[in-house]
Nanobody, 121 residues
Framework: QVQLVESGGGLVQPGGSLRLSCAAS????????IGWFRQAPGKEREKISC????????YYIDSVKGRFTISRDNAKNTVYLQMNSLKPEDTAVYYC??????????????WGQGTQVTVSS
């Protein structure tokens, strides 16, 4: 059974850090690009980062550049999103998904259930 499971979310103060994990089972992430998305209450889901199957290139939206880092560990079949200098506007449910055809693909085949990130004092 193909499954993606996100973890690592939680409540953190502004300026704090979290590391999200996206663990795959039932298939290999080795040759797939993986994206991270988020959806805040009342807003549309947005793609915030993507890592290519070969680890490079990596993509980020402007609002997270310099603060978030995407990485992958194929041996663990897991992709990570290290989030530093978190801001209240980063509050959202974060999802990972498998790109159908690279980071520029608009189609994502598999999605996780999401993990809540709340940035608040």
């Amino acid at each position: 059974q193909v499954q993606l499971v996100e973890s690592g979310g939680g409540l953190v103060q502004p300026g704090g850090s979290l590391r999200l994990s996206c663990a795959a089972s039932g298939f290999s992430l080795d040759y797939r690009a993986i994206g991270w998305f988020r959806q805040a209450p009342g807003k549309e889901r947005e793609k915030i980062s993507c890592i290519s199957s070969g680890d490079r290139p990596r993509y980020y939206i402007d609002s997270v550049k310099g603060r978030f880092t995407i990485s992958r560990d194929n041996a663990k079949n897991t992709v990570y999103l290290q989030m530093n200098s978190l801001k209240p506007e980063d509050t959202a449910v974060y999802y990972c998904a498998v790109a159908q055809n690279g980071c520029l693909s608009r189609t994502y085949d598999y999605w996780g259930q999401g993990t809540q990130v709340t940035v608040s004092s």
